[in-house]
């Protein structure tokens, strides 16, 4: 019978001391607890208080070297292609168009100084599909493809996980891409006009059969 009333009072006791955890984290909610780091000495020394972040006022900083959403500067973007091989789940589309010789000018050059011979029209990147594994920011020549500190891009639309970063419009492309196959039409003409065309491949000496011995 004692052991009964022990156990009962055991279970008062458990839930008055719970309730009091509760009532004073309750009480303390009104103030903000410190920033202080886990690292930090005064971790522990910090006065009790809120500690849920208001999300999304409020959110915790991301790491400098962590790996978030991808950007592409297309301004530096060759067009290399590199970053679309290396992908190893194909999360990145890309199209390329040649740059005519009297658009070099107005394609211009990479802010390091390199020539771009490629218009962009199309820089696709699935981010619902890209697993942040840096592998097309590392083999990035120009170093245009970056990873961002934006960590949280939900969307309602499955297409709007899709950013596009492509340097020209729909209309813009077509006609880069008429320009391009006049000049190469041009070219070919001016080589078959100066006898360009490809020289008859020599005759084969007919092959002699085995001598008699």
Known sequence: MSEYFRNIGSSVSTILTGMGITLRHFFNA???KGDAGIDDSGYFGQVDGLVTLQYPKEAFPTPEQGRYRLYNNIDDCIGCGQCVRACPIECITMETIKVTKDDLELCGKTSGGQ????WVPVFDIDVAKCMTCGICVSVCPTECLVHTPVSDFSEFNREHMIYHFGNLS???AEAKRRKLAEEKKA???KKA???GSPKP????APEQGPRNQ
Do not use: D, N
Request: charged content about 40%; hydrophobic content about 40%.
């Open 30 to 32: 009104v103030r903000r």
């Open 115 to 118: 020539q771009k011979r490629f």
């Open 170 to 172: 729909e209309l813009e």
């Open 187 to 189: 070219a070919q003409a």
């Open 193 to 195: 006009a100066a006898g």
């Open 201 to 204: 491949a020599p005759k084969r």
